[in-house]
C-alpha cells in the first residue's frame, strides 16, 4: 500500500501538469509519439521506468482504453489504442510536452557518428521540474562528428512536429573538453540525455 501511494504522490511534469507523473508522460509518449509496439521490458527501458512502474501504469491504461495490446506467444506487445477518443488530444498535449526527447531520439539514432545527444536550457530545466517560465525553444547539443546536414534536417523534422524551434549545437569531445564560459553554464545546469550519457 506504501509503495502504492507513494507511486501516486510522483510529482506532475511541469510541462504538461495534465499527467499524474513524469513517468508517466514519458510511457505515453514512448508509444503514442513513436507508433512503436512494445513488451513492458522495452517499454520501461524505453521510458526509464522501473518493470514494476510501468506494469501497473500499463494496466491502468489498458483498462482506461487508451493503450492495446497483442498477445504474441508470451510476451504482450503495447501500443497506442488509436481507436480510442482520447490518444490523438493526448498525443498533441505529448508532442509539445514530452515529445521533443523522443522524437529526436527517434531521429537522432540512425545518424553516424554520434557520442551522445542531450537537451539543456530551459525545456531541459522545466522537463526536470525547475520552476520558471514556459520555454519557447530546445536547445539540444550533440557530441561527436555527425554529418551536420543531417543534424539539422531531424531537428527541422521534429521542429515541425512539436511546434518549438530545436537548436542544435554541434561538438567534438575535443572541443568539449577545450571549455568556455558557454559550456561552463550548460555544465552547471539541468541537462536530459536524448543519446548515450551525459560527457561529464
Same mark, same amino acid.
Not at 16 to 42: K, N
Not at 83 to 94: A, C, G
Not at 166 to 173: C, D
Given at each position: 500500500?506504501?509503495?502504492? %501511494?507513494?507511486?501516486?504522490?510522483?510529482?506532475?511534469?511541469? %510541462?504538461?501538469? !495534465?499527467?499524474?507523473?513524469?513517468?508517466?508522460?514519458?510511457?505515453?509518449?514512448?508509444?503514442?509519439?513513436?507508433?512503436?509496439?512494445?513488451?513492458?521490458?522495452?517499454?520501461?527501458?524505453?521510458?526509464?521506468?522501473?518493470?514494476?512502474?510501468?506494469?501497473?501504469?500499463?494496466?491502468?491504461?489498458?483498462?482506461?482504453?487508451?493503450?492495446?495490446?497483442?498477445?504474441?506467444?508470451?510476451?504482450?506487445?503495447?501500443?497506442?489504442?488509436?481507436?480510442?477518443?482520447?490518444?490523438?488530444? %493526448?498525443?498533441?498535449?505529448?508532442?509539445?510536452?514530452?515529445?521533443?526527447?523522443? %522524437?529526436?531520439?527517434?531521429?537522432?539514432?540512425?545518424?553516424?557518428?554520434?557520442?551522445?545527444?542531450?537537451?539543456?536550457?530551459?525545456?531541459?530545466?522545466?522537463?526536470?521540474?525547475?520552476?520558471?517560465?514556459?520555454?519557447? +525553444? !530546445?536547445?539540444?547539443?550533440?557530441?561527436?562528428?555527425?554529418?551536420?546536414?543531417?543534424?539539422?534536417?531531424?531537428?527541422?523534422?521534429?521542429?515541425?512536429?512539436?511546434?518549438?524551434?530545436?537548436?542544435?549545437? !554541434?561538438?567534438?569531445?575535443?572541443?568539449?573538453?577545450?571549455?568556455?564560459?558557454?559550456?561552463?553554464?550548460?555544465?552547471?545546469?539541468?541537462?536530459?540525455?536524448?543519446?548515450? +550519457?551525459?560527457?561529464?
Amino acid at each position: 500500500m506504501e509503495d502504492n %501511494l507513494s507511486y501516486m504522490r510522483t510529482e506532475p511534469p511541469l %510541462l504538461a501538469p !495534465i499527467f499524474r507523473s513524469d513517468g508517466q508522460a514519458r510511457l505515453l509518449a514512448a508509444l503514442l509519439l513513436t507508433g512503436d509496439e512494445l513488451s513492458i521490458t522495452d517499454l520501461a527501458d524505453r521510458a526509464d521506468l522501473a518493470y514494476p512502474t510501468v506494469h501497473r501504469e500499463v494496466e491502468r491504461l489498458l483498462h482506461a482504453g487508451i493503450l492495446a495490446e497483442t498477445q504474441v506467444g508470451r510476451t504482450r506487445l503495447i501500443r497506442a489504442a488509436d481507436d480510442s477518443p482520447l490518444v490523438e488530444p %493526448l498525443r498533441q498535449i505529448l508532442l509539445v510536452s514530452a515529445g521533443p526527447v523522443v %522524437l529526436l531520439e527517434h531521429e537522432l539514432r540512425s545518424i553516424e557518428g554520434i557520442e551522445s545527444a542531450f537537451l539543456y536550457g530551459s525545456f531541459a530545466a522545466r522537463s526536470l521540474g525547475v520552476p520558471g517560465p514556459p520555454p519557447s +525553444d !530546445i536547445d539540444l547539443m550533440v557530441i561527436g562528428v555527425p554529418d551536420a546536414d543531417e543534424i539539422y534536417a531531424a531537428c527541422d523534422r521534429v521542429q515541425e512536429r512539436v511546434g518549438r524551434p530545436v537548436n542544435p549545437t !554541434i561538438l567534438t569531445a575535443k572541443e568539449l573538453s577545450v571549455g568556455s564560459g558557454f559550456l561552463t553554464q550548460v555544465k552547471s545546469n539541468p541537462v536530459v540525455p536524448v543519446i548515450g +550519457d551525459v560527457p561529464w
